[in-house]
């Protein structure tokens, strides 16, 4: 008969896993979510792609006036600007609304992943998503001609992560805010709506200057903030202070809002 000893065997070590790998585990998850729902990637992808080729068409034919700029040059980053909107504004709030609705969330803080952790893999997904659908529009951008300014790049390519970041934070927020309050129907209808109202009137695509004296509300929105930064960044290489200001202030607003109100079902 043989006997077995317990020298050199496995010794079970029970415990959730170290926060890092939750957090990036629950962001892979959120991003292949995001990618595979048809409607978030129309919002992300489809109607920035549509604006942006309908409007470069548009804007040679009506010979639209944006000053000394070219149409594309001028539309090219307000339409990134947009998609930055799309996604870290209207689809985070429908994807976690719909989540609140169906319990996602709570059985979620029941796991051994924190809620802040939850929180966190959310945003890095939406970073993640942000990047992909950026680079997929700077390519059609590109091939429609649009030339940002090459007098310092290592400057514009700074200046333009800095509106990124500081847009997706103030949408986010804003996002996560109205999820957090609002019934899943409510956020997904007003989501759509200030989506909609922001795109056509909202400064980001074209500049607040374009809608006469409404223009100096409108550089107060975060959409008319976000595309003014865009365009800085793309147009002059440079960092539009004001519009960093009103992003930031919005951040804290959604932020301060969403700690004090969010829901978990």
């Not at 998850?29 to 992300?44: F, V, W």
């Not at 920035?48 to 470069?56: A, T």
């Not at 440079?238 to 109100?261: K, N």
């Amino acid at each position: 008969m043989t006997s077995s000893t317990s020298t050199g065997t496995f010794s079970p070590r029970p415990g959730g896993a170290p926060l890092g790998r939750q957090v990036a585990a629950q962001a892979r998850m959120e991003a292949r979510l995001m990618l595979r729902n048809g409607e978030q990637l129309l919002l992300a992808l489809v109607i920035p792609v549509i604006v942006l080729v309908g409007g470069v068409v548009a804007a040679g034919r009506l010979r639209l006036d944006l000053g000394a700029d070219r149409a594309v040059d001028v539309l090219a980053p307000g339409v990134l600007a947009l998609a930055v909107m799309s996604t870290a504004f209207t689809s985070i709030a429908i994807a976690t609304g719909f989540e609140r609705r169906y319990g996602v969330i709570k059985r979620l803080g029941s796991s051994p992943l924190p809620r802040h952790g939850l929180l966190l893999g959310k945003v890095l997904a939406l970073l993640n998503v942000v990047a992909l659908q950026l680079a997929v529009l700077v390519v059609v951008a590109l091939l429609l001609g649009w030339r940002p300014s090459t007098e310092d790049p290592v400057a514009s390519v700074a200046a333009t992560v800095l509106a990124v970041a500081a847009g997706t934070w103030a949408f986010a927020s804003l996002g996560l805010f109205v999820a957090g309050v609002l019934r899943a129907e409510a956020t997904l209808a007003l989501a759509n709506l200030v989506y909609l109202l922001l795109m056509a009137g909202g400064g980001v695509v074209l500049p607040p200057s374009t809608y006469g004296a409404a223009g100096r509300l409108v550089e107060w929105l975060p959409s008319g903030a976000l595309g003014d930064a865009m365009r800085a960044a793309s147009l002059e290489a440079a960092v539009d202070g004001r519009a960093l200001l009103v992003l930031l202030g919005w951040g804290v607003v959604g932020t301060v809002l969403t700690a004090r109100t969010f829901s978990w079902e």
